[in-house]
């Protein structure tokens, strides 16, 4: 699977959606302008965390959600020692039971990724690694319902958009007709070595003609495979 390295070639919501579709577990950072990074933590495709000072903090959640008196009881165990985040504090000391917190945090990640759908740019990283969570996995259809997808570029051309399935394979330097193996490993052997990460001492010029390159390569995929 290979993703965009930018935010600006796509949106969060095809993201979303593609790491869904593959079923991955891992964290999807979003590195913005600022130096800011947003981590959105994935079990199995579904979202399960989103760590960001964008949205509602927990404790501000919780309060809202079990009233003001838990509200103050959750202040004062955020100002003691922080031996371990929030929630984890609250179940060790039988302040929560677990699925009064799941649902805090679901409602947390939800809101925290209404704000993220609103960034314009950011760096797009991708980390395979499990993501512990309370439960909390959020359905596609919550989150992705109604979001923007397929953000138009200002380019006179769009790479991302499917070219058609004729010139598809060509992109694919494939014949007509070739399984789904051959295609993903076409796909494979041509993206390879377009990845970022192969061309650190690129001028940005160069850059851009490689990303360039791979999201035709991309769109040629997803119209073979679609």
């Not at 992705?144 to 010139?167: A, E, F, I, V």
Request: one cysteine or more; proline letters at 7%.
């Amino acid at each position: 699977m290979f993703l965009p390295t930018r935010l600006q070639d796509t949106t969060l919501g095809d993201l979303l959606a593609e790491l869904n579709r593959a079923g991955v577990s891992g964290v999807l950072e979003l590195h913005a302008p600022n130096g800011v990074v947003h981590r959105v933590g994935l079990e199995s495709g579904k979202v399960s965390s989103v760590e960001s000072p964008l949205g509602p903090k927990l404790g501000d959640v919780l309060a809202e959600l079990e009233g003001a008196r838990f509200g103050s009881l959750v202040e004062r165990v955020a100002l003691g020692p922080a031996t371990a985040p929030l929630g984890e504090q609250l179940l060790a000391q039988n302040l929560i039971g677990k699925g009064r917190l799941g649902r805090a945090l679901a409602v947390q990640c939800e809101r925290r990724l209404e704000a993220l759908f609103k960034l314009e740019r950011a760096r797009i990283v991708f980390r395979v690694a499990r993501q512990a969570s309370f439960g909390t996995h959020l359905e596609p259809k919550d989150y992705l319902s109604g979001k923007p997808r397929h953000r138009t570029r200002n380019s006179s051309q769009d790479y991302s958009r499917p070219p058609s399935s004729g010139s598809a394979w060509e992109v694919l330097g494939l014949p007509p007709g070739a399984d789904a193996d051959a295609i993903r490993a076409a796909f494979r052997r041509h993206a390879a070595p377009l990845h970022p990460d192969r061309h650190g001492d690129k001028t940005p010029r160069e850059r851009a003609e490689l990303e360039r390159q791979y999201l035709r390569l991309n769109a040629a995929y997803r119209t073979l495979v679609a």
